[in-house]
């Protein structure tokens, strides 16, 4: 844990916008949240929420970690109080008391190919360009395998990605798999090139904010406060995605963002919304059921996914709550 610790507070002091930072004093103890990067495009709607949660009370400060690992670790000491992730496998392996309490995001990852490809069916036999043998690209290329009934070729891996759009731009693959953000750019930036192949729905989490059992429960009050916020977000952000660009704090970590970051979030949430990147109601049971399915399928649970408990993983009565 000491490494842990040290690693992250390398990477905090490395990165100044991504300092812990404590807003409010309307609580004594501020909760602790433990983000799995550091400020971006795709926390916009995040730290919108966070500010609404600001205005209804809540005290909080956050830090950046250097990755999920950490964040989940930072989480499971005691460091931190709330966490960003999808920890399942820790959550079954250790039997730690973790529970999922709102998705954050769908699993939306999207093929990416030349324009000799127009279908996922045209990749059977092709090879493609994934970010790590055994991580989410390479689970989503077996599902893809599996509903299309396709086998690809060779399998390279190249982890982010970012440097998988490098490579695509300099002609090393045909076909990878992306985020959503350079998706978004390798198409923008070379459209006549790339596009994006239609993809089935994944309403499995992708990220997911989640807590030690005993915290939520002890701390009630304030978890309400912070999914009440998040929900509120996320309903008005289906309804407008544009409402993340207007209430974005210019004085907060999103608003010192590059003005071109800033200038293409209304683009950026109408794609996400427009692609179900984000669930309106928090994920919840259909969330956890999606998890269960999803997560066994690439190796992270154990088991079959219909005797799994949901109730192992996931803890509703906040989201139930905030729904009422």
């Known amino acids: 844990m000491t490494d842990i610790v040290t690693l992250a507070k390398r990477f905090i002091c490395a990165v100044p916008i991504a300092l812990g930072m404590t807003l409010s004093a309307a609580q004594a103890e501020p909760i602790r949240i433990a ?51 999808t920890p399942y496998s820790i959550m079954q392996r250790s039997k730690a008391p973790l529970r999922i309490i709102f998705q954050l995001s769908k699993l939306k990852f999207f093929p990416v190919t030349t324009m000799d490809y127009a279908s996922l069916k045209d990749l059977d036999g092709e090879p493609i360009m994934l970010h790590s043998r055994g991580g989410g690209t390479d689970s989503i290329a077996n599902v893809i395998e599996e509903k299309e009934g396709i086998k690809f070729g060779e399998r390279s891996y190249v982890p982010g990605s970012a ?16 985020d959503l953000s350079n998706k978004n750019k390798i198409v923008a930036e070379a459209g006549d090139r790339f596009h994006a192949l239609p993809m089935f729905d ?23 406060i912070f999914v009440k916020a998040l929900l509120s977000t996320w309903q008005d952000m289906t309804k407008d995605p544009t409402i993340i660009r207007k209430e974005t704090n210019p004085d ?44 066994t399928e690439a190796g992270q649970l154990e088991g079959d996914p219909a005797s799994l408990n949901i109730e192992d993983f996931w803890y509703f009565k906040p989201l139930d709550t905030a729904t009422q």
Do not use: C, H
């Open 252 to 295: 907060g970590p999103i608003g010192q963002l590059p003005k071109e970051i800033l200038d293409g979030l209304d683009g950026f949430y109408a794609e996400a919304v427009e692609g179900g990147l984000y669930d309106p109601n928090g994920g919840g049971r259909k969330a956890a059921a999606a998890d269960m399915e999803w997560y």
């Open 163 to 178: 440097n998988r759009v490098v490579a695509m731009m300099a002609g090393q693959a045909k076909a990878t798999i992306l």
């Open 35 to 85: 983000l799995a990067e550091t400020p971006s495009d795709e926390m916009a709607a995040f730290f919108v929420a966070l500010d609404r949660a600001k205005a209804n009370g809540l005290d909080y400060e956050w830090t950046a970690f250097a990755d999920e690992e950490l964040a989940i670790q930072a989480v499971l000491s005691g460091q931190m109080d709330i966490g960003f992730g």
């Open 202 to 224: 994944v309403d499995a989490s992708d990220e997911a904010l989640f807590a030690n059992l005993d915290w939520i429960q002890s701390n009630e009050e304030q978890v309400d």
